[in-house]
């Protein structure tokens, strides 16, 4: 069965950091890029950070360049995403996805003071 679970969300202050985590099983996790998704209520999906199977490429949208880091534990079966710096307009349902087919249940992130 696969199973793609995030953790670490919640309410964060601008300014402050979360680190959000994927925890992978029922698939050959080292086979896939990983990628982290973000949606607002009345928008589309949007990309936010993706990485490859080798830990080598790494993809990050615009308004999270610098802010952001996306990591891989091929061994744990686990991927990453580190928020410093976060915005207001960081709040958001994020999402962990294995390209292209498996997705987590989505975990929310407030970032308001």
């Known amino acids: 069965q696969v199973q793609l679970v995030e953790s670490g969300g919640g309410l964060a202050q601008p300014g402050g950091s979360l680190r959000l985590s994927c925890a992978a099983s029922?698939?050959?996790?080292?086979?896939?890029?990983m990628r982290w998704y973000r949606q607002v209520p009345g928008r589309e999906r949007e990309l936010v950070a993706g990485?490859?199977?080798?830990?080598?490429?790494?993809y990050y949208v615009d308004g999270v360049k610098g802010r952001f880091t996306i990591s891989r534990d091929n061994a744990k079966n686990t991927v990453d995403l580190h928020m410093n710096s976060l915005k207001p307009e960081d709040t958001a349902m994020y999402y962990c996805?294995?390209?292209?087919?498996?997705w987590g249940q989505g975990i929310q992130v407030t970032v308001s003071s």
């Open positions: 029922g698939f050959p996790f080292e086979d896939y890029v």
């Open positions: 996805n294995a390209v292209p087919h498996y």
């Open positions: 990485i490859s199977y080798s830990l080598i490429a790494t």
